[in-house]
């Protein structure tokens, strides 16, 4: 009775900008951390950047500087303004929620994932 899906993902230059999105939908009765990763081929899947029901982020030290997540509790969405992307940021990036469901209890989501690929 709750989905997450992700969605702004495409193909970009380097140097070039995506946004991607991500939207809870359901039986939600509160968001509490809710976090962007990332899987390249081959790769383990890794944080992006995280940030708590209280509005603190975290970043992982590659995207410093270059990406921006921020949330809108009220919309039960969460955003990644990715800028001055490279082809190192070329991956299947992940919405990840923390969830309290109505008559569930406290459950963590994944998206299904949207790809952003990074080539000239």
């Known amino acids: 009775q709750v989905q997450v899906v992700e969605s702004g993902g495409g193909l970009v230059q380097p140097g070039g900008s995506l946004r991607l999105s991500c939207a809870a939908s359901?039986?939600?009765?509160?968001?509490?951390?809710m976090a962007w990763y990332r899987q390249a081929p081959g790769s383990q899947r890794e944080l992006v950047a995280r940030?708590?029901?209280?509005?603190?982020?975290e970043y992982a030290e590659s995207v410093k500087g270059r990406f921006t997540i921020s949330r809108d509790n009220a919309k039960n969405t969460v955003n990644l303004q990715m800028n001055s992307l490279s082809p190192e940021d070329t991956a299947v990036y992940y919405c990840?929620?923390?969830?309290?469901?109505?008559?569930?209890?406290?459950?963590?989501?994944w998206g299904q994932g949207t790809q952003v690929s990074v080539s000239s």
């Open positions: 359901g039986n939600i009765v509160s968001i509490y951390n």
């Open positions: 940030i708590t029901s209280g509005g603190l982020t």
């Open positions: 990840y929620a923390d969830l309290f469901v109505r008559n569930m209890g406290r459950r963590t989501t």
